[in-house]
């Protein structure tokens, strides 16, 4: 019999399609925007467990605490702190890196960007390669031996930096100090990374004044080791050589697993937030059903007589407005889900067009979408309550006589 | 008393005398036969301060079968007394018995639905609902009562073919002439198979052809269904349909005439 009442309510919101299309839109933009942010969370998400994937799960990242990378920290790593992680058991290698951000001059021109500082033996260079990702695309990579050579990110063979593109064997100089070009890396898909320098430790140790100074240390444990007891190992050793309590360290021992999770941490709290801002939106849009609805019972207080008269109960009165409310909000679901889904593939398309491609892949996520329309109907649902009631309680005779 | 040309009628001033006085009918010999009865019904507006009597102590028995027309001036209290007989509206004081049963002790939601499956109701405006077909305003009382769909539509069908619109089921209201909506509202009206058809200016808003096609057929539904008919109308041509007329002013019974003829002034 539900049938019935659908199919009347139906009828009413294809009476009044402006008005409809009015109350859709409000509800429309809420759903559209939940689910793009959504869609476009997991897309994210699934990025950066791939990006950390990559790097393989056999990595400890070492830096000081408190900066970023080896940034913005007062306290450094040396030297002695790479041997002594290098001894730990379970840690089958250990590089140590200078990392920083710097000026670089080429045609006359000044461009801002990181520059690494890395040891050009090969064990060190396979090493960093591996946990960085990075693979040459032209030229060649660093050679032991080498000093004030360069390699630069993907962005410098495109003309946007220099005006004009970076040729292996051209000079750049990095710091006030000169550099020659030996080759370039792929595309890594970070624009800060595309347009960053990596240069020997040697090198980066004498530019920067920072002698025995490592910016952090990667290292990679013993295939069978669990990272995260290795990286529980190490963190004891380094208390032990560097003389600080439990509690009290002054370096930061992390995992890709871990870095994976505090991005996740970080991306979860973008999203509550912003999908919170989304729902403002939603339940505005739910008051805009109820103020449909209740407009929609004023104008048909007549009809809601004849029905009464003709043998409607209250509850079927109920039923109809319900369903009516209902409808709006499913309608709004639909279309922002369609809407939502369109946003977040365009965002896709985008990134692939300005970052790279596959590194933001949208899936759509068809529970998702249910959830959605169902909790869109719901909405609707709510917001009709308070004028399904006004309609069902409306007194039979002072509605008929209503004009 | 379905048609009430016979020798009986001499006899009926006698009980229209008791309405008259508007004592509490203690008539035996009719119960069997009345459907709607009205005891000392008074309905009161309140309108801040100051109170309003629309019906002051209406007495009426309305039988089974029986064709009768309620006609009144505006302001004489007729539509609230339709409300009342078509059990629309409840009594401030005094009993309404539908059936002999209290309608008073009924909830409103209740009443809906007992309203809905013995009454059914002709209105001067036709109150189709716009949005649905002729079909499907005509099927709408029943979904009320929770007919299944099969049986409805062939109901319902059935009666739109009676009234020869068996060509515009579909036809949504304004596709349809006054006429043709007045008609499809005796379909409805039809639909629960009502013992009742309560007609409130049914030919108000239709051209004489048009009113006189639908008298036509609330008089076949008399005779030949053996259906109850209260006409409320201040037309007086139309009593000429009914069997009994009772004529309301301000409040009260003023006269009930039998055929047109009167018996008690």
Redesign the interface.
Same mark, same amino acid.
């Given at each position: 019999?539900l049938k019935?009442?659908f199919?009347?309510s139906a =009828? %009413?919101i294809?009476?009044r399609k402006l008005r409809s299309w009015l109350t859709l839109i409000g509800i429309f933009i809420g759903i559209a925007a939940i689910v793009s942010l959504i869609t476009l969370g997991q897309g994210l998400q699934n990025a950066i467990e791939g990006q950390f994937e990559a790097l393989g799960k056999d990595k400890l990242f070492i830096m000081p605490k408190g900066g970023t990378w080896g940034m913005g920290s007062s306290e450094v790593l040396t030297e002695n702190d790479l041997e002594t992680i290098k001894d730990v058991s379970g840690i089958k290698y250990a590089t140590g890196m200078g990392y920083t951000y710097g000026r670089f001059e080429f045609n006359e021109l000044i461009h801002y960007g990181f520059i690494s500082g890395i040891s050009p033996d090969p064990e060190d260079l396979a090493l960093v390669g591996e946990a960085q990702t990075w693979h040459i695309l032209e030229g060649r990579n660093l050679e032991k031996g080498d000093k004030y050579k360069a390699i630069l990110g993907y962005s410098f063979t495109q003309t946007d930096i220099f005006e004009k593109r970076v040729e292996v064997g051209d000079k750049i100089i990095l710091h006030n100090h000169e550099f020659k070009i030996v080759g370039f890396l792929e595309k890594i898909g970070s624009p800060p990374d595309d347009a960053s320098a990596i240069i020997p430790l040697a090198a980066y140790e004498e530019v920067f004044d920072s002698k025995d100074e490592l910016g952090f240390i990667i290292a990679q444990t013993q295939p069978g080791e669990d990272p995260l007891k290795v990286a529980e190992d190490t963190e004891k050793e380094l208390r032990r050589t560097r003389n600080v309590d439990e509690g009290e360290e002054n370096f930061d021992i992390q995992t890709p697993e871990q870095f994976a999770e505090s991005f996740n941490v970080i991306l979860d709290i973008v999203q509550i937030v912003l999908i919170g801002i989304a729902m403002i939106s939603l339940l505005v849009g739910g008051i805009g059903i109820m103020n449909t609805m209740y407009t929609s019972v004023l104008q048909r207080t007549? %009809?809601i007589g004849?029905?009464?008269?003709?043998?409607? =109960?209250?509850?079927?009165i109920m039923y109809l407005f319900l369903i009516e409310s209902g409808l709006y909000g499913l309608g709004g679901g639909i279309l922002g889900a369609a809407i939502g889904i369109g946003f977040a593939k365009a965002a896709e398309l985008l990134m692939a067009i300005f970052i790279g491609p596959a590194f933001l892949s949208v899936q759509i996520d068809w529970l998702l979408i249910v959830a959605t329309l169902a909790f869109s109907f719901v909405v609707g649902c709510l917001s009709g309550i308070a004028p399904a009631r006004k309609a069902s309680k409306l007194n039979?005779?002072d509605s008929? =006589?209503y004009e | 008393m379905k048609i009430k040309k016979n020798p009986n009628e001499k006899k009926e001033p006698v009980s229209e005398s008791k309405f008259k006085k508007q004592k509490v009918s203690g008539d035996s010999r009719k119960h069997s036969k009345t459907i709607i009865e009205l005891k000392d019904v008074w309905k009161t507006y309140y309108m801040g301060k100051i109170s309003l009597n629309v019906l002051k102590g209406i007495n009426l028995e309305i039988n089974k079968g029986e064709f009768v027309a309620i006609i009144g001036p505006s302001g004489s209290g007729k539509s609230t007394l339709m409300n009342h007989v078509g059990i629309l509206d409840t009594p401030t004081k005094g009993q309404v018995l539908l059936d002999n049963k209290d309608i008073s002790k009924f909830s409103e939601s209740d009443l809906a639905q007992y309203r809905g499956k013995k009454i059914g109701f002709i209105f001067q405006q036709f109150n189709l609902i716009p949005t649905l077909t002729a079909l499907e305003n005509v099927v709408l009382p029943s979904i009320f009562q929770n007919v299944p769909e099969e049986e409805r539509t062939k109901r319902g069908q059935k009666l739109l073919n009676d009234v020869g619109l068996g060509e515009r089921f579909n036809h949504k209201p304004t596709e349809l002439s006054g006429g043709q909506q007045q008609r499809v509202a005796i379909s409805r009206a039809l639909i629960n198979n009502p013992e009742i058809i309560l007609a409130d200016e049914p030919t108000g808003n239709l051209d004489s052809a048009s009113g006189k096609q639908i008298m036509d057929t609330l008089s076949e539904l008399h005779k030949i269904e053996k259906k109850t008919i209260i006409l409320v109308t201040h037309d007086v041509e139309l009593i000429n349909y009914a069997d009994r007329t009772i004529f309301l002013k301000d409040g009260v019974i003023e006269k009930i005439t039998h055929n047109g003829k009167v018996h008690k002034k």
């Open positions: 019999m019935d009442y199919k009347i =009828r %009413e294809f009476r007549k %009809e004849v029905m009464k008269a003709l043998g409607a =109960r209250n509850k079927h039979p005779v008929l =006589r | -």
